[in-house]
């Protein structure tokens, strides 16, 4: 096995739990800044102080001892929000354990995972307070045990409050643990916490009888805060943008990284909102998913060409390249127009949960943002390794963070040798909630954890992440290909939104490499011979059969893309705007079943009009 350690680039606070955190900030950053939202987009913005965020959690905390609740099982659903961070605090603050669950989950699935979970109350965004209407009414399971329904902000339910005692309001329980505290009540403050104790259930992507609970506890999410602060540089006073759903690992994790350091987190106005949010918050540093920052780009350089400045952006590029390497960075007085768009403050760009093609990070580098990429998975709590300010090896996910153990499951000794990607820390989960045959499969006899991804490490040590085990295509000659790999060279086409890639069974019992192809019609029609404002499906198809041409020619033959369509519709995500290959292979199927098609015989067609 190759493997690399991970070392600490700068200072950072070691915290044992997370209520230790939550209570030295309240303490250390006292009257600044620790959150900034709205209601409404309309509404006037929200400032909360971290000393009122950590008020608020402690006395949601003393409300939860209060109503019997502390030390069970409790949940929260909903969208980003500053009381989704308060409940979610009180909760692994208090001792109890926390179940956070995804926002889009459909009705049957919530209650699936209540009961899974075992949990004894639920705090929920008033935009599920419908379902959590119909929720309380499950009757039908003895081992549903929901005892409350919490609603995160009462003023905003339209229709009557139910007389159920059931349900609670956020802000009720707020005067409640006012009234604990004014009283000396300690039970939050002196609740136990064992740092190596489940503290935490994060249900994973998939239907409620395929995800998997990984179990993580304060010491798992403790250590990934500290090795994300000696690793990455954010000052005090930052401003963060929180567009990633809090449940997911990734946001929740290092939103408490960003509190550790003093940072302001503003919680976005939703996605149509987001410039207007970077320019009026001054946002200084975004942890985001690739889709959206490819979206920013393309409408950047589409800004470039209608401006008619991008032959002089293309000459003034190799000059702070230089200039860089001397010492002088002049990058955000020469881009400051692009800057602008950015909001004019943005700096700092962190990329995570799939992986970028290399032109967007280089492009956003070379107009002076620091463009970073990260890995990690919630059995990791869940940062693995990051590309840094200092290291940024465009194409990879960077070194380990500090004291995180990365190995290659190869036996080659070479740089570049390609296997599964093991891990090994103080941050790998517990395992699988009431799974052990599932924790096994994964979790090494020495404690490493199989990520189920393949790559491999650089002369630097750097990690390079080519595709996951379960998608790689095995073809009939005993080649492999990875989907990820390929899709990454279809997406810099002008014109595609994103692109999906499997391979399929043909009637010779062999292996084809296909993709499906999400188009921009308009920005199709700018790269034609003949430009069109809203080309026609067979100028489509042809455009497409020279590009995919192009790219085959990049790649060894075995790896070709023999078949391909396209399609203007959307493909099916998780929250985190990951695509859910099994489903969306499914839904491709459905579509080539019904017409009575193969790939072969809808190769360049509409998906849409077959």
């Not at 909760?91 to 949990?119: A, M, Y």
């Not at 567009?243 to 987190?265: A, K, W």
């Not at 998608?471 to 005993?478: A, D, E, P, W, Y």
Request: charged share 25%; with cysteine.
């Amino acid at each position: 096995m190759q493997k690399v350690t991970g070392k600490a680039l700068r200072d950072g606070i070691q915290y044992e739990t997370l209520r230790e955190l939550i209570l030295d900030v309240r303490e250390r950053y006292a009257g600044k800044d620790a959150f900034i939202f709205r209601k409404k987009p309309e509404q006037a913005e929200i400032h909360k102080t971290y000393d009122d965020f950590g008020n608020d959690v402690e006395f949601i905390g003393l409300a939860l001892a209060e109503i019997g609740v502390s030390g069970e099982h409790l949940s929260v659903v909903g969208e980003n929000s500053y009381e989704w961070m308060v409940s979610y605090a009180a909760i692994v603050g208090g001792g109890s354990v926390g179940v956070p669950l995804d926002r889009l989950l459909p009705e049957t699935e919530v209650i699936n995972l209540l009961k899974r979970g075992k949990v004894r109350a639920i705090f929920y965004h008033p935009k599920h307070h419908e379902m959590m209407l119909s929720v309380s009414t499950h009757k039908e399971d003895p081992d549903f045990r929901v005892q409350y329904y919490i609603c995160m902000d009462k003023e905003m339910i339209t229709g009557k409050w139910p007389k159920n005692k059931k349900f609670l309001s956020f802000s009720d329980l707020l005067e409640k643990g006012k009234k604990r505290k004014a009283e000396g009540d300690r039970r939050f403050l002196d609740a136990p916490i064992d740092p190596d104790e489940m503290k935490i259930i994060l249900f994973t992507s998939g239907t409620t009888s395929m995800s998997k609970g990984v179990m993580l506890s304060h010491k798992n999410i403790c250590k990934n805060v500290y090795y994300i602060a000696t690793t990455l540089l954010v000052e005090t006073g930052e401003r963060a943008f929180s567009i990633l759903p809090l449940h997911h690992t990734f946001e929740n994790t290092c939103d408490f990284f960003l509190l550790s350091r003093g940072c302001v987190i503003c919680f976005s106005d939703g996605l149509r909102y987001l410039v207007k949010n970077f320019q009026e918050w001054h946002i200084e540093v975004v942890i985001a998913v690739p889709l959206l920052f490819e979206s920013v780009h393309a409408k950047i350089m589409a800004g470039i060409e209608e401006s008619g400045k991008g032959t002089l952006i293309s000459i003034m590029i190799p000059i702070t390249r230089f200039l860089r390497k001397i010492g002088v960075d002049i990058r955000r007085k020469i881009f400051k127009d692009i800057i602008k768009k950015l909001g004019g403050h943005l700096r700092m760009v962190v990329i995570g949960g799939a992986g970028i093609d290399k032109k967007y990070i280089r492009d956003f580098n070379d107009f002076g943002l620091d463009f970073l990429m990260g890995y990690g998975l919630t059995e990791t709590a869940p940062v693995i390794s990051v590309t840094t300010q200092d290291c940024n090896v465009y194409g990879s996910v960077g070194l380990p963070v500090t004291d995180v153990s990365v190995g290659i499951d190869t036996e080659s000794t070479k740089p570049g040798a390609i296997g599964e990607i093991l891990s090994k820390s103080d941050c790998i989960m517990l395992g699988y909630y009431e799974n052990p045959e599932a924790t096994a499969e994964v979790m090494t006899g020495d404690g490493w954890f199989r990520t189920g991804d393949m790559g491999y490490l650089d002369k630097k040590g750097c990690l390079f992440i080519t595709g996951r085990v379960k998608s790689m295509i095995v073809l009939t000659n005993g080649k492999k290909a990875f989907p990820e790999e390929i899709e990454s060279l279809i997406n810099v086409i002008p014109g595609v939104r994103e692109a999906f890639v499997w391979g399929d069974e043909t009637e010779k019992e062999s292996v084809a490499i296909c993709a499906k192809i999400l188009i921009d019609r308009p920005e199709i029609g700018k790269h034609l011979p003949v430009p069109d404002k809203l080309p026609g499906d067979n100028n489509i198809q042809t455009y497409f059969r020279e590009r995919i041409r192009e790219i085959n020619h990049q790649m060894p033959s075995y790896k070709a893309v023999r078949y391909f369509v396209f399609s203007e519709g959307e493909m099916v995500k998780t929250t985190t705007l990951k695509v859910r290959r099994k489903q969306e292979l499914a839904a491709v199927h459905a579509i080539l079943e019904k017409a009575g098609v193969t790939m072969k015989t809808a190769h360049g067609q509409n998906l849409d009009t077959l």
